[in-house]
Nanobody
Framework: QVQLVESGGGLVQTGDSLSLSCTFS?????????IGWFRQAPGKEREFVAA????????KFGDSVKGRFTIARDNAKNTVNLQMNSLKREDTAVYYC?????????????????WGQGTQVTVSS
């Protein structure tokens, strides 16, 4: 079981930056797991945003955020940060942090077993 808590959401304007943080627990016994960020806007399906491997060396990004978002993992602090730059109105959504038992950076929803409660990000013009 991995528990995840997101923080850092809020209301910003287009072009602004925002950092989201995901704090996660370590499962017992200790296992490798991927951490990913997904988002869901009203009336839309949950969308892959970014993921980082267990080691932190491999990262994947959704096409809509490539070049604008970065992801970093610190296993010593049990945190993953999602840095969002050049925000657009279409980035408005509830952002979810998720964990899946894999050493890779997974982009598919089905690869994730544990989810946080989500944090709202609203980008206004």
């Amino acid at each position: 079981q991995v528990q995840l808590v997101e923080s850092g959401g809020g209301l910003v304007q287009t072009g602004d930056s925002l950092s989201l943080s995901c704090t996660f627990s370590q499962p017992t016994p200790r296992r490798s797991y991927s951490i990913g960020w997904f988002r869901q806007a009203p009336g839309k399906e949950r969308e892959f945003v970014a993921a980082v491997s267990w080691s932190g060396n491999t990262r994947k990004f959704g096409d809509s955020v490539k070049g604008r978002f970065t992801i970093a993992r610190d296993n010593a602090k049990n945190t993953v940060n999602l840095q969002m730059n050049s925000l657009k109105r279409e980035d408005t959504a509830v952002y979810y942090c998720a964990a899946g038992y894999s050493s890779l950076a997974e982009s598919k929803l089905a690869e994730y077993d544990f989810w946080g409660q989500g944090t709202q990000v609203t980008v206004s013009s």
